[in-house]
């Protein structure tokens, strides 16, 4: 009868209680028993027991990780695949445990010398749309998400305890295996030892510390995550995310690279601020990282194209596949880059060989040859060359604009700065290292400074960026092709000075497989044809786009996913006859340079090197890709060919022919230079004559004055004399 009139304790339990705890244990252990049998019994077709012999497979290979597909659990078991989605902190513990069980009975016996059991890492991978690191919201905290990105920074590879063993100063007490949290959030040691020995007084507050040699770590690395510039919205700045990975998950990546990453969105505490009298931020207020849980990177380390996922639909695949069968097809190619631009069909051509480029080339002793193509737009102001850049920029799977002012080097290359959190340096990619596998557009080509010009010599042909600073030797990959604008030195083209307008280096030139030197000319026809074409645009813009896709256009989307298809897809290379032919006409063009070297008795700004030769290859075979055919055939060659003809060869030529206006003939071209070294022999710098007087004193040596007055302009275009005193006098300044 005893306990009859105990009217029993009311109590609450604010936190959990034990019975409900043990519930908790028990759904747990049937939850670990359906990962186990998803392990065990999962299998495609008959006999194909993906994970398990998977799973044994790496184990043999001493890879301790297994990568799972979130459809494959979902077809398995729904619910399942539903919890690890909404409370993954909970369940990926669990999963690895059951990994753990099954690699013991799928691996044993073992060898000797390794009975033990290692811990096995589950990595995660799921087909779901990845979302951008802005859409993130606090709703998602503690869940899986997919989130496409750059990776920017990696930090370097560093250990975390798993399980901590802490020691008691005073009366010498161990506390083994206390588990740490994964993630970036640290332990908080107990305050107080709480062993009572007699004789002895208390241990004081914070008595523990850490016994590194017993505890237990694992790898993981720090990533910087920033936002595709694709999805980026216009003004706005990249935002970034933490990425926290751990074990095998670490030195996956580099900087560079476009990866999706499904991961914990997480929380950590915001560091306390150095500043004495700002307080902290508030109690409750978190910063958000993400625990990586499974990292994709594309095969070529260039991931998930800007908006344009590797993955085709059947329908799209058909009609790429019927496009490429058209015998039309670079023509309407052509025609759909920059439609709203009159003109320019060479040069929009090479934009479409620059778009879908050659075949990169890895030759048996380990050195590469570049497959992409680099083209210069050399001109007068007024010509649409920048609007050819923000159109390339827009149909571009990948691509970066910059301006050559707003540009230094290490903003192009890669910049090596110190990392807030460690005080370490790492280093940062730049626009090059950004846009590997796409498009770098550079405006203002001319307006940049010497010495960051040069920074890019070595990523436009080895397209490599090697760093050596601050203790970090590395090399960056930066295959992307380069399409740069820029003006002459005078602003606009003057014939007169033939090569005095290219104010680059041979060593830049070379380069650029094209080169385009762009005129605005006076003709009648044209103005008005050209006229006519910019009335129409911003009259009727929209009908005239749907009357141009009824024309056999393609919409720049569409067009977007068929370079990206053609890219990823096709590696054309020359057939023996288009080789055969190519080699002839490359030995007859380094003969016509040679000719007009002699001729013009000086070598030409623009050279005609190997690199040229290579390049009508590249040509060839982006060609070839358009059509998504195996090999570049001989029209392949001769459209190459015909297409560096009117570029690169016919910019070295025009700028030996310094043919001034109404004095074409060599005859003349000599007696505008005697005129001007006598000036410059008779009028010393620092002085002044009168205008009137030069004139009168050549017409008396039989030279005529429209030839005497012409030599005085060009000298005061160049600023070598200044009109002084009502245009009366000149003076000379250098």
């Excluded at 063993?165 to 709480?194: A, D, F, H, W």
């Excluded at 020995?197 to 850490?210: H, Y």
């Amino acid at each position: 009868m005893e306990g009859f009139d105990d009217p029993g304790i009311f109590f609450s339990d604010n936190f959990a209680s034990e019975d409900n705890s043990d519930r908790n244990q028990v759904n747990y252990q049937s939850i670990k028993k359906k990962f186990k049998e998803f392990l065990r019994e999962f299998h495609e077709g008959n006999f194909n027991y993906k994970y398990r012999d998977g799973l044994k497979r790496q184990y043999n290979l001493q890879q301790y990780w297994l990568d799972v597909s979130l459809e494959d659990l979902a077809s398995y078991d729904e619910t399942l695949a539903d919890k690890l989605r909404k409370q993954p902190t909970e369940h990926l513990p669990l999963f690895e445990e059951a990994v753990q069980e099954v690699a013991d009975e799928v691996t044993a016996p073992r060898p000797d010398g390794e009975e033990e059991l290692q811990d096995i890492q589950i990595t995660l991978h799921t087909a779901a749309k990845p979302v951008d690191v802005r859409d993130l919201q606090s709703s998602e905290v503690s869940r899986l998400v997919s989130v496409v990105g750059l990776v920017v920074a990696a930090s370097g590879v560093k250990a975390k305890a798993r399980t901590l063993t802490v020691q008691c100063r005073s009366c010498q007490t161990t506390i083994n295996n206390l588990p740490v949290k994964p993630g970036l959030e640290g332990y908080m040691l107990p305050r107080k030892c709480n062993t009572e020995q007699a004789g002895r007084p208390k241990c004081p507050l914070d008595p523990f510390f850490i016994v590194p040699d017993k505890c237990d770590c694992v790898d993981y690395q720090v990533l910087k995550l920033q936002e595709v510039p694709e999805n980026l919205p216009q003004g706005e700045m990249p935002r970034h995310l933490q990425l926290y990975c751990d074990r095998s998950l670490c030195e996956r990546v580099v900087p560079g690279n476009r990866v999706t990453v499904l991961g914990i969105y997480s929380i950590k505490k915001i560091g306390k601020s150095k500043n004495r009298n700002e307080r902290g931020g508030g109690v409750g207020l978190r910063a958000p990282y993400m625990r990586v849980v499974g990292i994709v990177g594309a095969e070529d380390g260039r991931g998930n194209m800007g908006g344009v996922s590797g993955r085709f639909t059947a329908e799209e695949e058909e009609q790429f596949r019927t496009l490429s069968q058209d015998p039309d097809v670079y023509n309407r190619i052509a025609k759909s880059i920059a439609p709203s631009i009159f003109g320019f069909q060479s040069v929009k051509r090479s934009i479409a060989c620059l778009l879908f480029g050659g075949s990169r080339k890895r030759l048996p002793d380990g050195l590469t040859r570049r497959g992409d193509i680099n083209v210069l737009l050399l001109g007068d102001p007024g010509t649409a060359k920048s609007q050819l850049l923000k159109f390339v920029e827009r149909v571009s799977p990948i691509a970066i604009y910059t301006s050559g002012k707003g540009s230094s080097a290490a903003g192009l290359t890669a910049s090596v700065i110190r990392d807030p959190v460690s005080r370490n340096f790492i280093m940062e990619g730049g626009a090059m290292v950004l846009a590997d596998g796409g498009v770098v557009c550079i405006d203002e080509f001319d307006k940049m400074r010497e010495d960051d010009r040069v920074a890019i010599h070595e990523a436009m042909e080895q397209q490599t960026i090697s760093i050596a600073k601050a203790g970090i030797t590395t090399t960056l990959n930066s295959r992307c092709s380069v399409l740069a604008a820029a003006n002459s030195v005078f602003g606009r083209w003057d014939e007169t000075k033939g090569e005095e307008n290219i104010d680059f280096m041979p060593t830049i030139l070379s380069r650029f497989d094209m080169i385009y030197i762009v005129k605005d000319e006076h003709d009648e026809e044209k103005d008005t044809i050209l006229a006519k074409h910019v009335m129409n645009v911003h009259l009727n813009s929209h009908s005239v786009q749907e009357a141009a896709l009824a024309d056999g256009e393609l919409s720049l989307q569409f067009l977007k996913k068929y370079i990206n298809y053609c890219r990823s897809r096709c590696g054309p290379r020359l057939s023996e006859t288009a080789g055969a032919k190519l080699q002839n006409r490359y030995v007859l063009m380094r003969g016509g340079t040679r000719e007009a070297e002699a001729q013009a008795d000086k070598r030409l700004a623009i050279p005609i090197t190997v690199r040229q030769l290579e390049a009508i290859v590249r040509i060839s075979e982006s060609l070839a890709k358009m059509r998504l055919a195996p090999h570049a055939n001989e029209t392949d060659v001769d459209e190459a060919l015909r297409l560096f003809q009117v570029s690169t060869l016919d910019a070295a030529m025009s700028g030996s022919l310094t043919g001034a206006e109404g004095f074409t003939t060599e005859e003349d071209q000599e007696t505008i230079s005697r005129i001007e070294k006598q000036i410059k022999r008779r009028f010393a710098i620092g002085s002044q004559v009168s205008e009137q007087a030069i004139v009168q004193d050549f017409v008396r040596q039989k030279y005529s004055e429209r030839a005497i007055l012409k030599v005085l302009h060009f000298m005061i275009r160049r600023g070598e004399v200044q009109h002084r005193l009502q245009r009366k006098m000149l003076y000379r300044i250098k």
